[in-house]
């Protein structure tokens, strides 16, 4: 079987197509032509209709490569009313729409299951709106969130959200999956840091909610309804976000910790000390750390494949954890750091040595070049457990003191009674300690034993989650590949009025369908 | 005609009674006292039925006592089990239900307008529960929010947020009118704070959304829309908030400024030097500051009487601007401030002499007693006003350099001509300027002057956010008292979708009757 066939019989396994949709035919897209070569705001730079396999392959499959779908047709708008006229028109004629971002997602959210068109909103990108008086962006769906970034740093200013794939992610993805990233914890969520939305509907009507206001409790705040609901109630195409001062001073220490103890130990003298102006606490654990030809790592990998073969412990060999602070006056930020760091130094459980002899072993950065190498260290962690083999990715998250349970607890269900071994198929957590969110990730290196990892996985670790107060999804979002699983983190009552809510919204379900919840 | 007629007939003017509502009978009130007397997770105390207008009354009159309603019974339930069984039955029964926190909204919004039964939630307030390991708190919606807060600091933790009324105002109300308060610019809205949420729906049917989770994308994230729509979509009944360390140092800074220009000045300064420590930017025009016998205050009240008379100008005599921090370090804190109060110093704006003679005079609070008792001049505005004459007060909120143009427009709408005179009818203005939220009070110290300030002040006061990028409700929520202006705030799209989202809630509308949208 090739790639691509396998990529195509995924999607389609995941939900069969909807008979009520319409097929795609030459009317459809003579429509679409028009609408979106004609009048709009943006005359000299009209959008586009991509349609052939070759034109609409980028598209058309998920960023793992793991789900193709069979879009006969990319639409390109570059207005919110060329938006709202497409929707109108599909909503009328019965054609499932895939809203698309930077495509970055990784539950296959923004993928075409079967032949829906795919609507990208990369050319709206007009350059975003900084407001120094009102410390806000307004930016269209299709601006590039690394863009936006350095918009913003040219006023002085910092965008509350940052994230490994910021150089492709688009801003209204972004908001419609409520990503996280790496400040999380210090700036919260996106229900924290949009302002306003212009969202088109099922029924291609323009919802302008649109706002620099900090406050405004004028009835009731329907801008949350879309963000993080993955394009299945609406089609974000414009957003208005919370901008902060641009810290002054980013100091970064990595940390190399022989247990799990000395980790929470850790975070808490970082609350301690460090308090208003930590801004990241990344964990990553030592199997995570492979070795690349690209990349030196601070820390070598130290393998505990014969602990785990002999089932005699499945914890980590070391931790590395990465404490960021920001702050707008260095020196006061060095003293805190400095304070912390003697803290930790002096705390027998942070100080001891571990199984494999590695002991606390702080590395404080000296320079920004230093700083940018040591986030690579946490940020391509992704990057390099994929060039390693075939990656299950598992985006959970849990209660602190719970935070690397279920990396222990799936070592036991992989390893245990040789089903795999250690060295061929990797079970490593690395992720957001702060917002309890750890990435667990299952690494077929030979990758070769896909049916026999799916028989062991699945449903086993959302169930783990589910029995453990955890959530099967911290910040990816549901999309096509948890929506089975939604029940294992919702309750029954909450998933029919998820279902009451998308019904009168999108009653034909033509706003990215086999979604979340279908 | 008697105050109590008055309150009586406002209250029915709102909006005439829903003749699909059951009138209260005897076997109602038997079931009522049947589910409040009945089996319960307290049984040691049962939940109660107050009947009798002697027994209502303190339910039955908002905190301004503008309005009372005709309720016949209170509800008292002590368990989310009493709530869903008497939501349930009120459904079946068509009764409209008010739900009702400590009762210290400003908009009318936990009045009953006519014979709705009141769900009082008071007697939900078992001691919170406080977890240091997910610094979070569950809460039960009858927790007293000053309660809460000392609970959390016994554990070194912060509530992120506080108001006046916190020694009345309780968690489920808090929460269900996403009340903001003096920390909002610094720990952001409810909708960044409340981590999960028990709901009873207007079927009766119990939510459960609890969570101490930091990320959780499992789905919609359904908890939003039951913040801030004010007990119109269901009932809250339980609550989980983040907590944050408790800071360890709070500083003050009280000054007085000689003009607007100014205030806008010493903002962006305290946004360059106090950044991360900056907790609170507090405004409070020199007209409110009122001398009372009760309360010293730092500056005397300086009357432009004349010059507002002549229609010269409208502008404050000065800005008393109260600057608070909050940090880990009081060393660090007291540093950045002093350099922040310095740079104010050699601001030529804010040093700079008014119209009055007033200059720049910043106050340092040495203790932690003259921080209590600097912060009492702001809280205790609202008081001091209210002692002064009959107060209409108005929640808006602008971007922040027109923060302060409401007060100057409302002053020439009511003194120009010599409609009213500026010693009987104060127009004043204050409230929290980071997140461009002004509290605009016309004050009528005759209390005679009802009528003839009506036709001056509606709807002219929310016509001018309209056209001014501004909000009708910043904090206070819609309730009764704004409802009619919901569309100078929201696009007609907007209000019909708030509208399907009711009627697919509560189409029968039990559920806070007569409020935001009815």
Redesign the interface.
């Known amino acids: 079987m090739s790639v691509l066939s396998a990529a195509r019989q995924r999607a389609a396994h995941y939900a069969s197509r909807n008979p009520l949709f319409a097929k795609l035919n030459e009317k459809h897209l003579e429509y679409f032509n028009n609408v979106l070569a004609g009048t709009c705001k943006k005359e000299q730079a009209p959008g586009r209709l991509l349609t052939g396999p070759d034109r609409v392959a980028a598209f058309n499959r998920d960023w793992l490569g793991q789900v193709e779908g069979e879009c006969p047709a990319v639409l390109l708008p570059t207005s919110t009313q060329q938006v709202a006229a497409i929707v109108r028109y599909c909503q009328a004629e019965r054609i499932g729409i895939v809203p698309q971002g930077g495509n970055t997602g990784l539950v296959y959210g923004s993928s075409a299951l079967h032949d829906e068109v795919i609507l990208s909103l990369q050319e709206m990108n007009a350059e975003p709106v900084i407001s120094a008086?009102?410390?806000s962006t307004e930016a269209e769906a299709g601006v590039i969130l690394e863009h936006l970034q350095e918009a913003a740093k040219a006023h002085n200013l910092l965008v509350p959200i940052t994230m490994g794939s910021k150089g492709s992610a688009e801003i209204g993805g972004v908001v419609s999956?409520?990503a996280?990233g790496i400040h999380?914890?210090r700036y919260?969520?996106m229900?924290?840091n949009v302002l306003g939305l212009e969202v088109v509907?099922a029924q291609g009507?323009?919802?302008?909610?649109m706002?620099?206001?900090?406050?405004?409790?004028?009835?009731?705040?329907?801008k949350?309804?879309f963000?993080?609901?993955e394009g299945t109630?609406g089609v974000v195409t414009r957003v208005s976000l919370k901008l902060y001062?641009m810290?002054r001073s980013a100091q970064l220490a990595l940390f190399r910790l022989s247990t799990f103890q000395a980790v929470l130990e850790l975070y808490r003298l970082a609350?301690?000390?460090?308090?208003?102006?930590l801004s990241a606490f990344e964990v990553i654990d030592g199997e995570s750390l492979i070795p690349t030809p690209e990349q030196e790592l601070p820390f070598t990998q130290t393998s505990k494949s014969e602990a785990f073969r002999a089932g005699r412990d499945f914890t980590s060999a070391y931790f590395c954890v990465l404490v960021e602070t920001?702050?707008?006056?260095a020196e006061?930020d060095l003293?805190?750091l400095a304070r912390f760091v003697e803290a930790a130094e002096n705390s027998p459980l942070c100080a001891s040595k571990g199984v494999q002899g590695s002991a606390f072993e702080p590395i404080l950065s000296q320079s920004l070049a230093q700083t940018a190498q040591l986030w690579k260290v946490r940020e391509e962690t992704p990057v390099r457990l994929a060039s390693a083999g075939l990656t299950y990715k598992f985006d959970v998250?849990?209660?602190?003191?719970k935070f690397y349970d279920v990396v222990e607890h799936v070592r036991a269900l992989v390893y245990k009674g040789g089903k795999f071994d250690p060295d061929e198929v990797l079970v490593v957590g690395y992720g957001?300690f702060?917002?309890?969110?750890i990435h667990l990730n299952v690494v077929d290196r030979t990758r070769r034993q896909g049916d026999a990892l799916d028989a062991v996985l699945f449903p086993s670790v959302y169930e783990f989650c589910a029995a453990h107060?955890?959530?099967?999804?911290?910040?990816?979002?549901?999309g096509v590949q948890?929506k089975a699983y939604?029940g294992l983190?919702?309750?029954p009552?909450?998933?029919a009025?998820?279902r009451?809510?998308k019904r009168?919204?999108d009653p034909n379900g033509i706003l990215n369908p086999y979604k979340?919840?279908e």
Not at 205 to 209: A, N, S, T
Not at 397 to 401: A, M, R, T, W
Not at 469 to 478: D, F, L, R, T
């Open positions: 008086e009102t410390m999956t409520n996280g999380f914890a919260g969520s229900h924290s509907t009507e323009v919802l302008d909610m706002s620099t206001l900090r406050k405004d409790n004028a009835g009731y705040d329907l949350h309804l963000i993080g609901s109630l001062p810290p609350q301690e000390h460090l308090a208003e102006c920001n702050g707008s006056d006061h003293e805190k998250s849990f209660p602190l003191d957001h702060g917002d309890g969110n107060s955890g959530s099967i999804s911290a910040e990816h979002g549901v948890k939604l983190s919702r309750k009552e909450v998933i009025l998820m009451s809510l009168m919204m979340v919840l």
